[in-house]
Nanobody
């Protein structure tokens, strides 16, 4: 069974920093684009940042200059370093990944979501 597990969320003071991690585990052959999304109370889920295997990144305007996404392909792990946090960054942060799942002798590309980790600025 393939799953994404996030960690690193919590309470943080205004202007503080947090580093989120997301590990893909299970019968995985490889990973494609990985990224972070967030959903604040009463709002729709929105993109924060994505990164491909080559390290090419894409950021939401709200994240540019403050957040940095990175990954370790060998560990099927993606990170989100968040600096200068603001009240509007309070949300549940979800990991998302395109994963090549082993399916017998072949592989299948599927998209997965983690269960989310809460980031709260106090």
């Amino acid at each position: 069974q393939v799953q994404l597990v996030e960690s690193g969320g919590g309470l943080v003071q205004a202007g503080g920093s947090l580093r989120l991690s997301c590990v893909a585990s299970g019968s995985i052959f490889s990973s494609g684009i990985m990224g972070w999304y967030r959903q604040a109370p009463g709002r729709q889920r929105e993109l924060v940042a994505t990164i491909d295997r080559g390290g090419n990144t894409n950021y939401a305007d709200s994240a540019k200059g403050r957040f940095t996404i990175s990954r370790d392909n060998a560990k099927n792990t993606v990170y989100l370093q968040m600096n200068s946090l603001k009240p509007e960054d309070t949300a549940v942060y979800y990991c998302n990944a395109d994963l090549f799942r082993r399916d017998g002798v072949s592989t299948r590309l599927m998209n997965y979501w983690g269960e989310g980790t809460l980031v709260t600025e106090v």
